[in-house]
């Protein structure tokens, strides 16, 4: 029977911890997008609802455009 004293656990160093994390954390960024633009935060915060970096319209859900008929 072979002794398993030394068997790594975790990442080995923390170098390649480091690397580990950074590369984890660099693959998430590619489907990130930054709302860094102003206006755009406006919209966000109003209740905007953007797919694929694209503004999504509502519909009129209250009926407004009903009331005048």
């Known amino acids: 029977m072979r002794l398993r ?5 975790g990442p080995g160093t923390r170098a390649a911890g480091i690397a580990m994390a950074f590369k984890l ?3 998430a960024q ?3 997008r930054a709302v ?3 206006h755009l935060v406006a ?4 209740g905007a609802r953007f797919e ?4 999504v319209e509502r ?3 209250n009926g407004d455009d009903q009331l005048a008929s």
């Open 43 to 46: 919209l966000v915060r109003a």
């Open 5 to 9: 004293q030394r068997v790594t656990k």
């Open 36 to 38: 860094n633009a102003p």
């Open 52 to 55: 694929k970096g694209e503004l």
């Open 25 to 27: 954390i660099e693959s």
């Open 30 to 32: 590619r489907r990130w």
């Open 59 to 61: 519909d009129n859900q």
